[in-house]
């Protein structure tokens, strides 16, 4: 009887939730239709460019749904633009986004690097990692202080970093109670940083020919450039800072990582309300390699990922590729693992690496949307006849923090603000290093602050959280960063004027 009870009542609860949620998307599609309907054809969207983002962010944050946030707030840029035709711009944009080539990449890349990690779970020679990682490691801050120790050694990419240090050590974490939250964070906010103070990354690459694209360093001259900003990158040196404190035990657990690590220290270090969908399968090794064979094999794929990365003009879809192919062959050869099991293993890992690239395109497509209302040009116009040499600097970081923050491009945007942003440096008399600073450590921020980045969301999935739970618990630790970088690139503004 009372079961029955508790169902009728749930049942209620959970109609009244539904006809709530229809009726707010009702008011706020009304909203965003008037919005379109009273506004002059010929005028631009100014601030009201903003909407779409912070629809996402309020969405995210109530219902801590990612994809299905940045899904509303693209269809309400969408109703803004037309709200009478939807389903052909709305196809034509996720097709368009699907036929990106930094979206194939990021797709191919994220998903041969589950299929390795699924390689070394079934195989058992992560395990054999684990396991020696916990008789050298000794301690909950040696766990801690280890996982900061591999972040900063693994600089070529921060996709690399995220998945490959999250995965590698959550089972020594989990033994000392260190909650996963805790770990993403870590390897989130070590991954960025590092690649871009670090000139051999794909970070430095791409950067390096976006200024040269963009006429601030002649040709060939681009990564000398960017070494000579690499002093002037304060958000990244203080995000580098705060995670060594943090694990070291100096700075304290802040909000909702005291909460979690309240949780992980009484012996759950997974959240209950992470759903996780493990890369382990029922596959199990078809013969038991000895300590030693288990280490080899674990590590002879990640150094080979590493060196074919940097072999390959630190191109991390050629090395994951080569690493991929290599350790089949590795593996079979051995007798480890059939050659069938191991196809079926890389498709498994591609499998589980779907949400968080669906996230990643939503993320794209929520720019395409606010390309087109204008978002990012609007800002930066309506900053930039303000500005003196002492604060600009410090303005550029906080403003492109913000939209990368609210788009989650930390690369793509920057194409759009480089054209503006260096002639207006260049007219106020900034230093161009000083500038390439700001930008990179804007840029750094966005990657692993913004909750549906793909770099964030790899390091959650990597560590065993969800999107929302990383975001909640890093947040503060990413915010003292970024005051701390505005204070001083206001300084370094006043000491160069």
């Keep these: 009887m009372n079961m029955k009870l508790n169902d009728a009542v749930e049942r209620q609860y959970h109609n009244k939730r539904v006809f709530l949620t229809v009726l707010v998307g009702i008011a706020i599609y009304l909203a965003f239709v008037w919005l379109s309907t009273s506004r002059d054809a010929s005028e631009s969207w100014g601030i009201l460019s903003l909407l779409p983002t912070i629809l996402v962010l309020v969405i995210a944050i109530v219902s801590r749904r990612p994809f299905e946030s940045m899904i509303a707030g693209c269809v309400a840029g969408l109703v803004m633009l037309n709200p009478f035709d939807l389903v052909s711009p709305f196809a034509d944009n996720i097709s368009a986004v699907l036929g990106n080539e930094t979206i194939i990449w990021i797709v191919l890349v994220c998903g041969l690097m589950g299929g390795l990690i699924q390689l070394l779970e079934i195989s058992g020679c992560l395990d054999g990692f684990s396991e020696w990682l916990q008789k050298v490691i000794k301690s909950r801050r040696q766990s801690l202080l280890a996982t900061f120790a591999l972040g900063v050694v693994v600089f070529i990419d921060d996709y690399l970093n995220c998945l490959a240090v999250s995965t590698s050590v959550k089972k020594l974490t989990d033994v000392y109670n260190v909650s996963r939250e805790k770990l993403a964070y870590i390897v989130d906010s070590t991954a960025a940083?590092?690649?871009?103070?670090?000139?051999?990354?794909?970070?430095?690459?791409?950067?390096?020919?976006?200024?040269?694209?963009?006429?601030?360093?002649?040709?060939?001259?681009?990564?000398?450039?960017?070494?000579?900003?690499?002093?002037?990158?304060?958000?990244?040196?203080?995000?580098?800072?705060?995670?060594?404190?943090?694990?070291?035990?100096?700075?304290?657990?802040?909000?909702?990582?005291?909460?979690?690590?309240?949780?992980?220290?009484?012996?759950?270090?997974?959240?209950?309300?992470?759903?996780?969908?493990?890369?382990?399968?029922?596959?199990?090794?078809?013969?038991?390699?000895?300590?030693?064979?288990?280490?080899?094999?674990?590590?002879?794929?990640?150094?080979?990922?590493?060196?074919?990365?940097?072999?390959?003009?630190?191109?991390?879809?050629?090395?994951?590729?080569?690493?991929?192919?290599?350790?089949?062959?590795?593996?079979?050869?051995?007798?480890?693992?059939?050659?069938?099991?191991?196809?079926?293993?890389?498709?498994?890992?591609?499998?589980?690496?779907?949400?968080?690239?669906?996230?990643?395109?939503?993320?794209?497509?929520?720019?395409?949307?606010?390309?087109?209302?204008?978002?990012?040009?609007?800002?930066?116009?309506?900053?930039?006849?303000?500005?003196?040499?002492?604060?600009?600097?410090?303005?550029?970081?906080?403003?492109?923090?913000?939209?990368?923050?609210?788009?989650?491009?930390s690369w793509g945007l920057y194409v759009l603000a480089m054209p503006i942003v260096f002639p207006v440096a260049a007219a106020l008399g900034v230093s161009t290093p000083l500038m390439i600073g700001a930008l990179l450590s804007a840029s750094s921020f966005g990657s692993h602050a913004c909750f549906f980045s793909d770099s964030s969301l790899l390091a959650a999935q990597g560590a065993g959280c969800s999107p929302m739970q990383h975001a909640f618990t890093q947040f503060p630790y990413a915010m003292l960063g970024a005051v701390l970088s505005v204070v001083t690139f206001l300084g370094l503004g006043y000491m160069m004027a």
Aim: hydrophobic share 55%; net charge neutral; proline share 5%.
């Design 193 to 409: 940083p590092m690649c871009v103070i670090v000139p051999i990354s794909t970070w430095a690459v791409y950067f390096a020919g976006l200024l040269e694209e963009n006429g601030v360093a002649t040709e060939g001259a681009g990564m000398s450039l960017y070494i000579s900003a690499i002093p002037f990158m304060a958000y990244a040196w203080f995000a580098l800072l705060i995670v060594f404190l943090v694990a070291y035990g100096i700075l304290g657990d802040w909000g909702p990582m005291k909460k979690a690590e309240k949780r992980a220290k009484a012996g759950n270090p997974v959240p209950e309300a992470f759903v996780d969908e493990q890369l382990v399968s029922n596959v199990q090794a078809k013969r038991k390699l000895s300590f030693k064979a288990n280490i080899a094999n674990f590590a002879f794929p990640m150094i080979l990922l590493i060196v074919s990365t940097i072999y390959f003009e630190i191109d991390l879809l050629r090395g994951a590729l080569l690493t991929c192919f290599v350790t089949v062959l590795v593996y079979w050869a051995q007798g480890i693992l059939s050659f069938e099991t191991q196809v079926e293993a890389i498709f498994k890992g591609f499998k589980v690496m779907l949400y968080p690239l669906s996230t990643v395109i939503g993320g794209f497509f929520l720019k395409a949307i606010n390309d087109e209302l204008g978002m990012t040009m609007y800002v930066i116009d309506a900053i930039s006849p303000h500005m003196t040499i002492i604060i600009f600097p410090a303005v550029i970081f906080a403003v492109m923090a913000f939209l990368t923050f609210a788009t989650s491009s």
